[in-house]
């Protein structure tokens, strides 16, 4: 999925590489938003299939905004309100990591990189 590679080099890059994937990102997350529109749900009023393979990537949010320095709520209102839909729903909040282990993990890699 082209989220994640964005995604790692965001949080893995510097410099130019770093902000081209900050950049990068955010268009990509403004056309999953574009895609959503007004509706609840990728697929309409209920929590469907395109839903469930997206929503993993919320768990990088938190690391994405920290580590690249900008809000996804900022810049894609709709989506942070989708995915906290989806999280309303045990089954999807009870299978997805914290946030802030996630955040643990990109650190962890960043300090094996070299990178801080």
């Not at 890059?13 to 990728?42: C, P, R, S, V, W």
């Not at 089954?91 to 643990?104: M, Q, R």
Request: aromatic share 12%; proline share 3%; net charge neutral.
């Amino acid at each position: 999925m082209q989220i994640s590679s964005l995604g790692r080099k965001l949080w893995a890059g510097k410099g130019e590489e770093h902000e081209a994937a900050k950049k990068e990102l955010i268009e990509y997350l403004k056309t999953m938003e574009g895609e959503l529109g007004d509706k609840h749900f990728f697929g309409g009023e209920r929590i469907g299939f395109v839903d469930v393979a997206l929503v993993p990537t919320t768990s990088w949010f938190y690391t994405y905004e920290t580590l690249g320095n900008f809000s996804i709520e900022a810049e894609c209102p709709k989506l942070i309100a989708w995915s906290k839909r989806c999280l309303e729903k045990e089954s999807v909040a009870k299978s997805l990591p914290h946030p802030h282990k996630i955040y643990e993990v990109a650190l962890w890699f960043r300090k094996k990189l070299g990178i801080e």
